[in-house]
């Protein structure tokens, strides 16, 4: 009997040592899958923040250069408009890279049906919110040249560098000169109105027509070849906005201008509005996106008050600091976007949880480390673009400015994984969806949040009694 005992202790301990041993295995296949995760995550993630920071300053440069056109020269309202449809428009693409990213990590994209439905109804849905957002940009333009002041002619402001989602810098910037027409009598405020209306919602449509596309081309090979489209749609959907509806306005106005005192510009908004009716139909039509028609547009609009803030700071801060406009677009883009790469993935991992989906991120990092990782891909990006700026003549850079500006960038990245995480977790305890909600206002807030870490690294520089 001992002998039996002992022999059913010994197997007993064999059975231990090779349940350990096969436990310690599973812990290192689990370890090194985490690690590709994170691998993934850099080297998709890096080269498309990288893309957005020179996607920033190519719009800066093409902002400059658009605002001197012919028709934003006489018509005030079409510079004013500039920045507000941006910052709409954007978080629109936003929205839909982080839409079709969920559903792509979840398999949705994968039946070729389901996918023709998903992508034909966000298409038509885009269609609908970009004319809604143009109109209201539109009017927004016009409140705003009735109630800012002309400002002064030997003060001119320079856009070289402007945000993009300032909208009290561009405004100030506008002209304020009467637009003479063919009959050399000057146009009302309706036809004012009318000509601004169209060229927006004409851009708006384009853009989203040619962008929406584009990004849904974009997640659906990002599924195909294995890629993660959360790492990378989020910030190229925000830069290409920008860009591309900013190209599209500037030349459509630049046509419409001339047909300003005629019928086409109202002939082109009541086509839009039909077109945008029909769109209605569509979405309301297809299950997968009728309800979302409804949803979203309270974080688009309080995002367009929130970025009118950081256009304030602007104003206030540009003319007195040397380069800080030329910083505000890393030091408030580049943080928002990598917060947009965390929203993504956040609000992929609760859906796929919800639903009890196994989807792709098989072992998926904690969102510590994923925002460890992120801080560290952008700190690199940082340091390339201030070496830059130094290596050009572009801008004054004493060191301690420059470890100082680092510093306070970390601080900025650090701010919009925490505010994303924070976001993202109480809009989904709230039964809201952060593909619909979170974008817009954590794009919004670090807009603010970034430049006003960016004054402070200046007025602590100017304490010190360095002269930049």
């Not at 719009?59 to 920045?83: C, F, K, Q, Y």
């Amino acid at each position: 009997m001992d002998d039996l005992e002992h022999g059913e202790d010994g197997n007993s301990a064999l059975l231990g040592s090779e349940g350990r041993k096969k436990g310690m295995e599973q812990l290192k296949r689990d370890s090194a899958s985490e690690w590709r995760q994170i691998s993934s995550i850099v080297v998709e993630s890096a080269p498309t923040l990288l893309f957005t920071t020179v996607g920033l300053l190519f719009t800066g440069e093409l902002l400059d250069h658009v605002s001197r056109w012919r028709a934003m020269m006489t018509i005030n309202e079409l510079i004013m408009i500039v920045p507000v449809v941006l910052n709409l428009k954007g978080n629109l693409e936003m929205n839909l890279s982080a839409r079709l990213g969920t559903a792509a990590n979840m398999g949705d994209l994968d039946d070729p049906k389901v996918r023709r439905k998903i992508i034909s109804g966000n298409l038509a849905l885009l269609q609908v919110q970009a004319t809604v957002v143009a109109c209201v940009a539109a009017c927004v333009s016009m409140v705003l040249g009735f109630l800012l002041p002309d400002p002064s002619p030997a003060a001119p402001i320079s856009l070289g560098s402007v945000g993009l989602n300032d909208t009290m810098q561009l405004a100030i910037r506008a002209t304020h000169l009467p637009y003479q027409g063919k009959s050399g009598k000057p146009k009302s405020g309706l036809i004012e109105f009318i000509m601004v209306a169209s060229s927006a919602m004409l851009s708006a449509c384009m853009s989203s027509i040619v962008l929406g596309s584009f990004m849904c081309a974009l997640i659906v090979m990002c599924r195909r070849y294995g890629r993660d489209p959360d790492n990378i749609a989020p910030p190229v959907a925000s830069c290409l906005g920008d860009l591309v509806t900013l190209c599209l306005l500037g030349t459509i106005s630049s046509i419409l201008v001339d047909f300003v005192n005629t019928l086409w510009p109202l002939i082109l908004v009541l086509l839009l509005m039909f077109t945008a009716m029909s769109c209605t139909f569509i979405v309301r039509a297809n299950d997968v996106v009728q309800d979302l028609i409804w949803q979203g547009w309270t974080p688009l609009f309080g995002a367009m008050v929130i970025s009118s803030a950081t256009g304030i700071v602007l104003d206030t801060f540009a003319s007195r600091y040397q380069g800080f406009p030329l910083l505000a677009i890393v030091i408030s883009g580049l943080p928002g976007s990598v917060g947009s790469i965390f929203v993504s993935r956040l609000s992929t991992s609760l859906h796929a949880s919800k639903s009890q989906v196994s989807y792709s991120k098989t072992n998926e990092p904690s969102p510590r480390m994923v925002m460890i990782t992120l801080l560290l891909v952008t700190l690199p990006i940082e340091v390339v673009f201030l070496a830059i700026l130094h290596a050009f003549g572009w801008l004054k850079l004493p060191i301690i400015f420059a470890v100082l500006s680092v510093v306070f960038f970390c601080c900025a990245v650090s701010i919009s994984l925490v505010i994303a995480r924070a976001l993202t977790n109480y809009l989904w305890s709230k039964g809201l969806d952060p593909d619909m909600y979170a974008l817009p206002i954590h794009s919004a807030m670090m807009d603010l949040i970034g430049q006003l870490l960016l004054v402070l690294c200046f007025t602590l520089v100017s304490l010190i009694g360095i002269n930049l």
